[in-house]
Nanobody
């Protein structure tokens, strides 16, 4: 049984950092690609960062480039999203997902999802 357990969300001020974690069981991050997505009420879920399963290449939403970094610890079987210089507009529920995406930032390409973790950015 596959399970993705997220942690690390919280309340921060603009300019601060957070690191989200996504611990996997029932699958290996050494095999699956990872995607990080976010969603605010009334809007569609959007991809913010991902790492391809084959070569580990990464892709980012334009507005987070240079501020967010996706990574995987294969020994811990945990994926991470390091978020720096957070902005008010980054506030959302963040989800990790596992799959074999062709289009890395597209939610429909993923098979398994975490439960989501809330990120709030406010002064």
């Amino acid at each position: 049984q596959v399970q993705l357990v997220e942690s690390g969300g919280g309340l921060v001020q603009p300019g601060e950092s957070l690191r989200l974690s996504c611990k996997a069981s029932g699958l290996s991050w050494g095999t699956y690609g990872v995607g990080w997505f976010r969603q605010v009420p009334g809007k569609a879920r959007e991809g913010v960062a991902c790492a391809h399963p084959t070569d580990g290449s990464t892709l980012y939403k334009n507005s987070v480039k240079g501020r967010f970094t996706v990574s995987r610890d294969f020994g811990e079987n945990t994926a991470y999203l390091q978020m720096s210089d957070l902005r008010v507009e980054d506030a959302a529920v963040y989800y990790c997902a596992a799959g074999f995406p062709t289009i890395c930032l597209l939610p429909a390409e993923y098979d398994f999802w975490g439960q989501g973790t809330q990120v709030t950015v406010s002064s």
